[in-house]
């Protein structure tokens, strides 16, 4: 097992300078940094290995099909899937939810339909879902939450009934940091025969994820965010569902029999897979599982709970900050508030300073409008970040307020 | 603290803490919104201009110090201004925030709207200061919006 500061080393990108201060990276849950392990896994398959998959019988190809095939079955193992079969390359986490909204929900959607959904979700997991209820006549129903920012289980429970036909909802809130019972979410729509998508975009890197034991129909999530490269993301699906799912887009390589009077398709995953997909990604994303899973989840959890208690009780002591999002389980996303400064002068002073975190309404409007905000600041931590990090944050966040109180 | 940040003037901070002018100004001839739909920076114009002179302006912003402070150091500066001398106002405005060339500060021209020139640093923020202006620009022109897109 590494120390964690043996780990930090491992991104480049962490030591620098921004506006002449070491760089402090706390926008975690927008993207993470990559490792010099992806960095140099990417530049090797296109310095000696890149060529198109499925299409030669030459070597390169040959080679690069074994290695993208390979990719599937590492992100298979991962979430534990139970085949290959139902890991589905896509773009990224929206593409994947839009992918399951046209492919599964365009067909089974009638007029009076219900998607249920929650009132913690980001944009990626609700607007696919507007846009098909509106083209049927259906609606996305949203399931509250509470103050403290965990979704209501007994009103998730009575927002289902006969005419919920998928449930959606978010496995750790970006905004927020909550950790859904995401388990017992799926047990609740399960008794009822509703099938379920979960929304891991933010729950894989902090977290061991396992679809068969989670019990869910669909779970997606985006490379980006767990230390692999942008422009790859996943869906799982059950192989079952998803061989009578039509295709989502046409193209080479997802095709059986071409022709003019007719085609017929691939099963999963190649049904989903139209034109040449992003092998580099693919690739880039198995380096960036196998980095995580030599480091371990003990080694993670550890320090990022060392980061947020730390973080909790030093914002905790700032009598004018109020954290945003505090449910009982959360991954290191701290969401605040300053009574008497804006979020943007917050990130914007605190750039200056080098310390990167976002601030805004992180893509969950409705979120936003539930909590009676406009927007919040958010510093989201990973392993990599330091307690002297945190130290700097809470030094400077307390002389911004000073600032804007004097 | 004086090298936090050349943007948060001390100007800037009064003028967010107690924005001048900042109630709506009910009734009133012209009005127009201002809305940055990526930050939600939302704020109102409004004038009473009866004819080519401005007599009253107000500005009422939600959002940001930069914005708020902007506006309000614009209605200062536009009262009882007349429409040409408000159109050179806002192009000098422009030019100070935006202008390709590094601006030369004039106080006498530019008033405390000189404290704003550090947010040509800050490309992301930049529509936080021009955003009044724009909004009194629609205002003069009878519309009744105006976004930062
Ligand atoms: C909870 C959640 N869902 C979905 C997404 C969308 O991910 P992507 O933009 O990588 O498709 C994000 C990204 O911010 C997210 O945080």
Not at chain 1, 263 to 280: D, H, K, L, Q, V
Not at chain 2, 9 to 37: D, M, S, V, W, Y
């Amino acid at each position: 097992m590494k120390e964690d500061t043996d780990l930090r080393k491992d991104f480049p990108i962490l030591n620098q300078e921004i506006n002449g201060k070491p760089l402090i990276y706390l926008d975690n849950a927008a993207t993470t940094q990559k490792p010099q392990a992806v960095i140099d896994r990417l530049s090797d398959f296109l310095s000696k290995e890149n060529a198109n998959i499925h299409r030669g019988v030459h070597y390169l190809s040959m080679n690069a099909t074994t290695l993208y095939d390979e990719a599937r079955t590492c992100v298979a193992n991962f979430i534990n899937a139970d085949h290959n079969d139902e890991i589905i390359f896509v773009r990224g986490a929206t593409e994947a939810i839009n992918l399951v909204a046209r492919s599964f929900c365009n067909e089974r959607l009638e007029p009076g339909d219900e998607i249920l959904i929650t009132e913690m979700e980001h944009h990626a997991n609700i607007v696919p879902w507007q846009l098909i209820a509106g083209e049927n006549g259906s609606r996305v129903v949203p399931a509250p939450i509470t103050d403290e920012g965990e979704t209501d289980l007994d009103q998730f429970e009575s927002l289902l009934n006969e005419r919920t036909k998928l449930v959606a909802f978010v496995h750790v809130s970006n905004a927020l940091g909550t950790i859904n019972p995401a388990k017992e979410m799926v047990e609740i729509a399960h008794r009822k025969g509703i099938p379920v998508l979960i929304d891991g975009a933010q729950a894989v890197a902090h977290q061991e994820v396992d679809v068969q034991d989670l019990g869910c129909d669909f779970y997606v999530f985006s490379s980006h965010k767990i230390f692999g490269p942008d422009g790859l993301g996943v869906l799982y699906g059950r192989k079952d569902l998803l061989n009578k799912m039509t295709p989502y887009q046409g193209g080479g390589d997802m095709i059986e029999i071409v022709s003019f009077d007719g085609t017929t398709f691939r099963p999963s995953p190649e049904r989903f897979e139209a034109g040449t997909p992003n092998i580099s990604g693919a690739i880039g994303l198995k380096a960036a599982i196998d980095y995580v899973t030599n480091i371990g989840w003990e080694t993670i959890h550890k320090k990022e709970s060392l980061l947020m208690n730390h973080a909790n009780k030093l914002l905790g002591e700032i009598p004018s900050i109020k954290l945003v999002g505090t449910a009982e389980n959360k991954v290191p996303v701290l969401s605040f508030t300053i009574d008497s400064v804006h979020p943007h002068d917050i990130a914007t002073i605190l750039d200056t300073k080098g310390i990167a975190v976002r601030a805004g309404h992180h893509c969950a409007q409705p979120l936003m409008k539930r909590l009676g905000l406009s927007a919040t600041t958010r510093a989201s931590l990973t392993f990599y970040n330091t307690v002297d990090e945190i130290n700097q944050l809470t030094e400077t966040l307390k002389e911004i307020c000073a600032l804007f109180e004097s | 603290m004086e090298d936090l940040s050349d943007l948060y003037q001390e100007i800037i901070l009064a003028h967010n803490k107690r924005p001048r002018n900042g109630e709506p100004l009910i009734p009133c001839t012209h009005q127009a919104e201002g809305f940055n739909p990526l930050c939600g920076d939302k704020l109102t114009v409004y004038l009473r201009k009866p004819d080519e002179q401005v007599n009253e302006i107000a500005c009422k912003t939600e959002g940001c110090a930069i914005s708020r402070a902007s506006g309000s150091i614009m209605t200062t500066m536009i009262q009882g201004k007349t429409v040409n001398e408000i159109g050179k106002l806002i192009e000098e405005t422009k030019a100070l925030l935006t202008g390709d060339e590094e601006p030369e500060i004039d106080l006498v021209q530019h008033g405390e709207m000189a404290a704003l020139v550090g947010v040509r640093k800050f490309p992301a923020r930049v529509k936080c200061a021009t955003l009044a202006w724009h909004a009194l620009e629609s205002a003069l022109k009878g519309a009744m919006e105006a976004t930062t897109e």
